[in-house]
């Protein structure tokens, strides 16, 4: 029998590589020069697209592949697939829950850490000689027994919630409703009045249409000259140039950042800030949880062709 053809929207690593190449002819259109072309010249016969929460699969595209069966989303975010054209069209989406949960929070608690306790510069100090020139290093703000917001309680925000309870904070949270699960937890529905409750407000919340912006002028300026901010969701989510405004006039105190509007080209107006802590969209990038990702995409695509149930279907 012929192997599936599958369309590949960006790099995975070559463990998934190779096993997606053993069971499918692999298109990868990002090795294309001229990409309109490349998806012409197989739009017949591409039945599933293999893509990441960043990259997605936009309508334009979908209406493209008339034999088009699934999407799978290496990744737990599916803003960037237009899920309207897919419903349209009857293609299935699936996307990578809870195997990245944990390691989402863990480098969200370590942006605060970092940020905080100013660890980037103080590596510099080191390394420039500047302990040794000048002496102490500025002092900076604690973590522990402060209060702590999170913008979103899913599994993500609760996770982060969970081991921000190990440094006796006080934790306050915003969502649709009230969560019966989060016990010792505050519940604020307003994300202005979390902000203004919070020195430490964390985005944990699913991106969509709905919740763009959702992070306004309003609730920067609640967090204030002494807040920070934390995503580790999407840039979506957040009034990006209320956010650099508020970070160049001190109007927020500071943020740490793993998503940006346009990234990799995030704006260089956050590199000119040392109040900003900027990392490359990798909070789920350890070598475990990208593997049991790649598995689960796998699986997923696997489960469509063999005509069983998805395993993490979206729609
Ligand atoms: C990316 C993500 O998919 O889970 C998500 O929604 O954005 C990430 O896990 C990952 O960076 C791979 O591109």
Aim: aromatic share 6%; with cysteine.
């Amino acid at each position: 029998m012929s192997k599936p053809e599958i369309l590949l929207m960006g790099p995975y690593p070559d463990w998934d590589l190779v096993e997606l190449e053993d069971r499918y002819v692999v298109r990868k259109i990002f090795e294309a020069e001229d990409r309109d072309a490349f998806v012409a010249q197989h739009a017949g016969a591409i039945r599933a697209i293999a893509t990441r929460g960043e990259l997605g699969a936009s309508a334009a595209l979908i209406e493209k592949l008339p034999s088009l069966e699934v999407i799978s989303v290496y990744g737990v975010g599916y803003d960037a697939v237009d899920l309207d054209a897919c419903r349209k069209r009857g293609v299935r989406v699936t996307n990578t829950p809870d195997v990245l949960t944990n390691d989402v929070a863990d480098l969200g608690i370590a942006m605060m850490l970092v940020q905080s306790r100013g660890m980037i510069g103080a590596e510099r100090w080191v390394r420039d000689g500047s302990w040794m020139a000048n002496g102490l290093y500025p002092l900076k703000r604690r973590v522990w027994g402060r209060r702590a917001g999170v913008l979103g309680l899913g599994r993500i925000g609760f996770e982060v919630a969970k081991r921000l309870g190990g440094f006796d904070m006080e934790i306050a949270y915003s969502d649709i409703e009230a969560k019966s699960y989060a016990q010792g937890m505050t519940f604020i529905a307003d994300p202005v009045e979390l902000a203004r409750h919070s020195d430490f407000l964390f985005v944990t919340l699913a991106a969509s249409a709905a919740t763009r912006h959702i992070v306004s002028r309003a609730v920067i300026e609640a967090l204030g000259p002494e807040g920070m901010l934390i995503n580790i969701s999407r840039a979506s989510n957040i009034d990006e140039e209320a956010l650099l405004e508020a970070l160049e006039s001190g109007a927020l105190g500071s943020a740490a950042l793993d998503v940006f509007e346009k990234e990799p080209n995030l704006d260089p107006r956050f590199l000119a800030l040392d109040n900003v802590l900027v990392q490359p969209h990798h909070a789920s990038g350890t070598i475990e949880t990208r593997k049991a990702m790649g598995k689960l995409v796998r699986d997923n695509l696997a489960a469509h062709f063999a005509g069983a149930a998805l395993l993490t279907p979206v729609i």
